[in-house]
C-alpha cells in the first residue's frame, strides 16, 4: 500500500512561489495517476491538478493553469507541484493523492501540508 507524506508549505507573500513535494513509499508511483487537491476552510475540495502514470496526460484546474506545474519523478517515487504567482485565494491545505487506475476516484491520500499566501 502506497503511504504518501508532502512537504514544502509555509507561508508566501503574493506573486511567489513554493514547490510542493508529495514523497510516496510502500509501493511505486509508477502504478499510479497522482493528483495534488486542496481545501480551504469553508470550501469545498478542488481539484488542482493530476498526472497519469506516463506523464503524459495532465490536468490543471481552471484557477492555476499557467502558474501551476504538476510533474513526476517515479524513480525518486515523489510527486512535486510547482507554484508561482501565489495568490491570497491559493490559501489551503494541499493534498497528495493517487489511484491505481486512470480514471474515477482516487484511492490514497496523504495528510496534507499548509499553503498561505499572505502579506
Known amino acids: 500500500q502506497v503511504q504518501l507524506v508532502e512537504s514544502g508549505g509555509g507561508l508566501v507573500q503574493p506573486g511567489g512561489s513554493l514547490r510542493l513535494s508529495c514523497a510516496a513509499s510502500g509501493a511505486s508511483i509508477s502504478s499510479y495517476t497522482m493528483g495534488w487537491f486542496r481545501q480551504a476552510p469553508g470550501k469545498e475540495r478542488f481539484a488542482v491538478a493530476s498526472?497519469?502514470?506516463?506523464?503524459?496526460?495532465?490536468y490543471y484546474g481552471d484557477s492555476v493553469k499557467g502558474r501551476f506545474s504538476i510533474n513526476r519523478d517515479n524513480a525518486k517515487n515523489t510527486v512535486y507541484l510547482q507554484m508561482n504567482s501565489l495568490k491570497p485565494e491559493d490559501t489551503a491545505v494541499y493534498y497528495c493523492?493517487?489511484?491505481?487506475?486512470?480514471?474515477?476516484?482516487?484511492?490514497?491520500w496523504g495528510r496534507g501540508t499548509q499553503v498561505t499566501v499572505s502579506s
Open positions: 493523492a493517487a489511484r491505481d487506475k486512470d480514471y474515477g476516484s482516487y484511492d490514497l
Open positions: 498526472i497519469s502514470r506516463n506523464g503524459i496526460r495532465i
